[in-house]
């Protein structure tokens, strides 16, 4: 007996050991992937607060008899520094890849095309003039003096004016001796000569940002340049100059802030990582997916608040116990609907009545305060009445047939004014952003309902009974003492709703239009963060930023929702031990 109750004890020790090693094992599961998840993004993303390398390779050193040359310098002596034209002397240089020439004359640069002249410019002294693989773009040395010389990019545009953009800054006696481009990269490394040194500076041809630099003893020049490796000629040998880490060449400068770019008007935000040729330059600048991401949360909750927020009062402390236990779990099964699902209905039906739903919303807002008093009106009515008890007893169904009433209403009413010319002539083209905010507003309501309903079922009754007992109505109980109670709690909701609305992937992706456009004009077009993962990263070349630059973004939405999250977690857990307290 001894001996089988030792074992029988033994057996259970051992079982509860499993489970805790099991439990245990769960635990550091979830939390190690939290960590790789984190790890990964931020690994990724890395490269953009890192900077590009050269790094000399001089073994082995090959002669320059043995290699063919295929010089990239628009200079047959590479190593030669000219002197300083005088102001009448004429520049000329023809683009690569067009029948286009740029010529410099007497203070006046021409832009030729087909040996016709197309353009005329002023502009200061011009000592060398360089082409550019991009269309109608070229590189100017201007130096007034040998102690003022600097490097402009200059892009010429049909019936626009020249447009010009300061890149480096030569310091005294330095010479430039070749510009060498990028295809997929937006960088240009600059070849340079000063007192018997060899320099190579790699710059951000967006935002003129010196990356890195070498230094060569000697007077070389360019023999040959690929993407990764830059070949220099001294005399009669040739060094390899290898580049490492070019995907970091996109800069927080370049994601952040507005830029020019060549055939913009000015300065802008914006985001196209395909551009049509190798040679123009990639955009990788991120604020209009955030300000898109913004702008289809922001608008999402002008919908869904009213709708969540005025769904939880009712659920959690207007209705009665027998409404309240069918009516909570109806909608929060509605927050199982795929989002796929709403976006197929949104972008299919909402898209072809968006003009007449437009006005219809417009009505049913102006109309709402008309509604809501008719119905208090109707309300005391019937208090008065020997139909209060039915009225009571049927209210909810009395309420959602009058609401059905009046949108049935505010549609009939929007549809008969867009039939007016004059609404016509004032109604927007463009009715996406409120095809976003019904479709990702219904997704998220659910989601706000929930939470604000548990946090007005959770407000102490010994507080709803006291201010009965001190003669309280029903609407000063809900707005001095529930609301404000609640208030917490209903915050972290309006946030997780937020962050939900930000994260959501399938609604915006079908119903927005996917244009990334810095606008906060609520009827122009937007790209959000998740759709633009959705869409690019099958396409996301690994040999330039473009990938790095998607990590980045996913990182921005990351820390965006998890701040989002913690802040409303925090706001619940006080607000629990604020009603511990009470309680």
């Not at 122009?524 to 990590?551: D, K, Y």
Request: glycine residues 4%; neutral net charge; hydrophobic residues 50%.
């Amino acid at each position: 007996m001894h001996f089988l109750g030792f074992a029988q004890h033994l057996f259970r020790f051992r079982k509860a050991n499993t489970f805790y090693f099991l439990s245990a094992l769960s635990a550091f599961v979830v939390v190690t992937s939290f960590i790789i998840l984190i790890a990964t993004l931020v690994i990724r993303s890395f490269p953009v607060f890192t900077k590009p390398s050269y790094e000399v390779q001089i073994e082995p050193i090959i002669t320059a008899d043995n290699l063919h040359t295929d010089s990239l310098s628009p200079s047959d002596d590479v190593a030669y520094i000219p002197d300083l034209p005088s102001q009448n002397e004429r520049l000329s240089q023809t683009h690569p890849s067009q029948d286009v020439t740029l010529v410099y004359n007497a203070g006046q640069l021409e832009l030729f095309q087909s040996k016709q002249l197309v353009a005329t410019s002023p502009f200061a002294k011009v000592t060398q003039v360089f082409p550019s693989n991009i269309p109608f773009v070229f590189y100017l040395v201007v130096s007034e003096t040998y102690d003022a010389t600097q490097l402009f990019r200059v892009h010429w545009q049909a019936n626009k004016p020249l447009q010009s953009l300061l890149l480096f800054e030569l310091s005294k006696e330095q010479r430039l001796v070749s510009v060498i481009e990028s295809d997929i990269h937006n960088i240009v490394h600059l070849l340079l000569h000063k007192d018997g040194v060899t320099q190579l500076v790699m710059l951000n041809l967006v935002t003129a940002e010196a990356l890195t630099e070498v230094e060569l003893e000697g007077i070389g020049g360019l023999d040959t340049a690929k993407r990764d490796s830059i070949k220099l000629r001294f005399d009669d040998n040739v060094i390899t100059v290898e580049v490492f880490d070019l995907e970091a060449s996109v800069t927080l400068k370049e994601l952040f802030l507005p830029h020019a770019f060549p055939g913009y008007d000015n300065a802008s935000l914006t985001w196209q990582t395909n551009p049509a040729q190798d040679y123009q330059l990639r955009k990788y600048n991120i604020m209009p997916l955030i300000i898109g991401s913004l702008k289809a949360s922001a608008i999402s909750l002008v919908v869904a608040l009213p709708i969540a927020l005025g769904a939880a009062i009712y659920v959690g402390f207007l209705a009665k116990s027998n409404a309240r236990t069918w009516l909570k779990p109806v909608i929060e099964v509605l927050e199982s609907i795929p989002a796929v699902i709403i976006g197929l209905i949104a972008a299919t039906f909402l898209f072809n009545v968006a003009v007449s739903i437009l006005w219809s919303v417009v009505t049913f807002v102006a109309l709402l305060p008309i509604y809501m008093a008719l119905n208090a009106y109707v309300y005391q009515l019937c208090k008065r009445s020997k139909f209060e008890r039915l009225f009571i007893r049927f209210e909810l169904v009395i309420v959602v047939l009058s609401l059905l009433c009046f949108l049935w209403l505010s549609s009939a009413l929007g549809t008969w004014l867009t039939t007016w010319s004059w609404i016509q002539t004032v109604t927007p083209s463009n009715q996406i952003m409120l095809v976003v905010a019904l479709g990702l507003g219904v997704g998220i309501a659910p989601t706000i309902f929930s939470l604000a309903e548990d946090a007005i079922n959770g407000v102490p009754k010994t507080m709803i009974k006291a201010s009965y007992a001190l003669g309280a109505t029903r609407v000063q109980t809900l707005s001095q003492i529930v609301l404000f109670t609640a208030f917490p709690g209903l915050m972290a909701a309006v946030m997780l709703g937020f962050g939900r609305a930000f994260g959501e992937t399938m609604i915006v992706l079908m119903v927005s239009g996917n244009t990334p456009v810095a606008e906060w004009d609520i009827f122009t077009g937007l790209r959000a963060l998740t759709a633009n993962l959705v869409i690019e990263m099958p396409e996301a070349n690994s040999q330039n930023s473009h990938l790095v630059v998607l990590f980045l973004t996913a990182l921005v939405l990351f820390l965006f929702t998890f701040v989002l999250n913690c802040s409303a977690e925090w706001l619940r857990q006080r607000n629990k031990k604020a009603r511990g307290r009470l309680q």
